[in-house]
């Protein structure tokens, strides 16, 4: 088939938590695929390699040649500010440059999945308004809580059981709700909020364990009754579960 008359193709990619064996094959197929790479440089990874790109780089080392950086501001963590929609438009610029300069694919490489916290919907609806007739597609990623379930040893639920996903900054009473209504709540994003979010957990006679940079050759994982840092860095993930005291009772 002629490139010009190939239908473009965006495709968001999810690499996982960090660990480069937990890369799906269907993501290394994607990146193989495509003639572009675009990966996320935050304010924290500088003139370095971020986490994704780090991800892809040990996963498909023959990618390097394809990536691309594309800036992401950490510095806004709600709402839609002037620094969120400058990346989303940067990034979103720099898949539709590759597409006119002769790109059939391009593949966003993110960290856990494109469907969960992800800002690759928000860039593939920059470059849908640009490219209407380009193809979206998604391959999922392995998610921190899943990591950090299987790092702990913690189901993350069995039988009726419930699971709410929340991030701290949506506020401590949406995390407050979630304690109160599900059997097992997993807390993003509440690094900077960290001795709030453990007093909320101990108040309510719980406990659980505190999964920072899970994946890594220097990850941590800790009981929360023996947590004693005020603050965590961004990569962290807070796991709640209910007490279990029977196998299967939750049947």
């Known amino acids: 088939m002629d490139t010009a008359a190939r239908i473009p193709a965006l495709v968001g990619v999810g690499v996982g938590p960090g660990d480069p064996e937990l890369v799906t094959r269907k993501a ?7 003639d572009v790479i675009l990966v996320p440089s935050t304010e ?3 003139d370095d390699a971020g986490r994704a790109e780090q991800v892809v780089l040990a996963a498909c080392p023959e990618a390097a040649g394809k990536l691309r950086r594309v800036p992401f501001s950490m510095a806004q963590r709600t709402g839609v500010g002037a620094k969120r929609r400058q990346s989303w438009e940067a990034s979103a610029q720099a898949a539709v440059d590759a597409f ?3 790109a059939a694919t391009v593949a966003f490489a993110t960290v856990g999945d494109p ?10 609806a920059q470059v849908q308004a640009v490219v209407p007739d380009v193809d979206v597609s998604v391959v999922p990623g392995i998610t921190a809580m899943q990591a950090l379930a299987a790092a702990s040893l913690t189901p993350l639920v069995e039988g009726r059981e419930s699971l709410t996903l929340v991030p701290v900054t949506a506020g401590l009473a949406a995390v407050g709700a979630a304690l109160e209504h599900a059997d097992t709540v997993v807390a993003y994003k ?7 979010l453990l007093a909320l957990v101990h108040d309510r006679g719980l406990d659980g364990v505190l999964g ?7 990850q941590t994982i800790t009981p929360l009754s023996e947590v004693e840092a005020t603050s965590a860095p961004y990569f962290s993930t807070v796991l709640v579960a209910p007490r279990r005291t029977t ?3 939750a049947l």
Request: no cysteine; charged share 10%; glycine share 20%.
């Open 28 to 34: 290394v197929a994607a990146f193989d695929r495509a």
């Open 44 to 46: 924290a990874s500088g």
């Open 100 to 102: 006119q300069a002769g």
């Open 115 to 124: 469907s969960v916290y992800s800002t690759f919907s928000y860039l593939a």
């Open 190 to 196: 509440g690094g900077r909020q960290l001795a709030d």
């Open 212 to 218: 920072v940079n899970v994946g890594l050759p220097g």
């Open 247 to 249: 196998t299967g009772g």
